[in-house]
């Protein structure tokens, strides 16, 4: 039957009312979609963002874009490990007391992710940390960085799968002279290392010399060559130094600088990072064989 006049009207009017709301709907969702910190639920456990990345992922600072919320006075902690190995009895005295049991490690990893997840911590890679600190702004009050020197062969086989495990990223400090000795990680596991987007290689010098001990012309070879040697193999930059045994001279700022590396590390134990003189001169905290869970806690707990 036909209706008539006024009522063709009413129903016409009614029909593009509500497709220009839809589509008005339709638009603000694409556009909230768009936005990284707008999510999209998948079901309960994963939520993936427009990028793809799960939430594990997503609690990573991403060093490559400026944090939206900045902590200009962050608490940095920049911790050190040589060995996470389980010490045999023929071990040398120096060994045992730097070797991190393979358990204590993996708690100490575990506990770490708990603390980032929870958002008491940003754990950060070391090439971000030197963005963050020329932007000086953080993504947390509370960073945690994790080092380990010498590149013996358990930093290849027993820290770093831990470390992937619990998401927790890592700098190695590679003496160049030393790859494929007996005990040391190859260039081959060097390279693997490297091409992980978890870790990150950094310099120990050549051939493991105290920098205030040698001439100016060999601390250049230790410092400038052993550089060459790790970006060759690897295809990146290396932009971090490592002291040996956390000695510098009075030449090393100047050669770091010139030599063009970013920051470098001492072992001035438990000092805050706040606390080093320049960027070539950073503080550390090792970490012993003694070490507790607590320990890692008790740091997040700064306000």
């Known amino acids: 039957?036909?209706?008539?006049?006024?009522?063709?009207?009413?129903?016409?009017?009614g029909i593009t009312l509500v497709s220009s709301m839809a589509a008005a709907l339709a638009f603000s969702f694409q556009v909230l979609s768009s936005l990284r910190f707008f999510p999209v639920v998948t079901d309960a456990k994963t939520?993936?963002?427009d990028t793809g990345s799960t939430l594990e992922n997503a609690r990573r600072p991403l060093g490559t874009q400026k944090p939206e919320i900045c902590f200009p006075d962050a608490s940095v902690h920049i911790f050190m490990y040589h060995y996470v190995?389980?010490?045999?009895?023929?071990?040398?005295?120096?060994?045992?007391?730097?070797?991190v049991p393979v358990r204590a490690f993996e708690g100490h990893m575990k506990t770490v992710r708990e603390l980032a997840d929870s958002w008491k911590i940003a754990v950060v890679s070391l090439p971000d940390l030197q963005k963050y600190r020329e932007w000086n702004c953080y993504p947390n009050r509370n960073v945690?960085?994790?080092?380990d020197d010498d590149g013996w062969i358990d930093a290849y086989a027993g820290l770093a799968p831990i470390a992937k495990k619990y998401a927790v990223p890592f700098s190695f400090g590679i003496i160049a002279s030393r790859l494929g000795a007996p005990g040391f990680v190859s260039a081959k596991e060097v390279a693997a290392l490297a091409r992980d987007p978890l870790f990150s290689i950094a310099s120990h010098s050549v051939s493991h010399s105290d920098q205030d001990a040698i001439s100016e012309p060999a601390e250049r070879r230790e410092i400038c060559e052993s550089k060459i040697i790790l970006e060759r193999l690897t295809g990146k930059p290396v932009a971090a130094f490592v002291y040996p045994a956390g000695r510098m001279s009075v030449n090393s700022s100047k050669i770091l600088r010139e030599c063009g590396y970013d920051l470098a590390f001492t072992?001035?134990?438990?000092?805050p990072w706040k606390e080093s003189k320049t960027r070539y001169d950073i503080?550390?905290?090792?970490?012993?064989p003694e070490t507790k869970n607590a320990f890692f806690e008790k740091l997040a707990d700064f306000r």
């Open 1 to 13: 039957m036909k209706q008539p006049k006024g009522q063709r009207r009413i129903h016409v009017l």
């Open 47 to 49: 939520i993936v963002s």
């Open 85 to 99: 190995r389980d010490p045999v009895p023929k071990d040398a005295k120096i060994t045992v007391q730097l070797s």
């Open 144 to 147: 945690f960085v994790f080092t």
């Open 267 to 271: 072992t001035h134990y438990g000092a």
């Open 283 to 288: 503080n550390r905290t090792r970490v012993y």
